[in-house]
Nanobody, 129 residues
């Protein structure tokens, strides 16, 4: 089955930047919907960025639009999340998730919440004021 290995994250001050990686192994994610989600203690899980890796169509929640960028490197079979202008409210555990290949079109990808997909192990992002 598809495995996703996350890396990156850590602690940063307000206004700082971080990059998260979500690397596929066993199978390619070159024709998949891949999303980033996050969950902070006591808060609901939020899906905030998506990419259809086949078309490179992306979408973002308002909470991160203009600050975060999702991208796909086909040569490395890796989805990245570049985060800038980080705020304390961005503090959370971050996950990537990939839908089974070819199951979602770009429009569906933008609203997929990760159910039935393959998930990374999660990585903590902490933003201090």
């Amino acid at each position: 089955y598809l495995q996703l290995e996350q890396s990156g994250g850590g602690s940063v001050q307000t206004g700082g930047s971080l990059r998260l990686s979500c690397a596929a192994s066993t199978y390619t994610i070159s024709a998949n919907c891949v999303i980033w989600l996050r969950q902070a203690p006591g808060k609901e899980r939020e899906e905030f960025a998506s990419i259809d890796t086949g078309s490179a169509i992306t979408s973002y929640a308002d909470s991160v639009k203009g600050r975060f960028t999702i991208s796909f490197d086909a040569a490395k079979d890796t989805v990245y999340l570049e985060m800038s202008k980080l705020k304390p409210g961005d503090t959370a555990m971050y996950y990537c998730a990939a839908a089974p290949g070819g199951t979602l079109n770009p429009q569906q990808c933008a609203t997929w919440s990760g159910g039935g997909g393959y998930w990374g192990q999660g990585t903590q992002v902490t933003v201090s004021s």
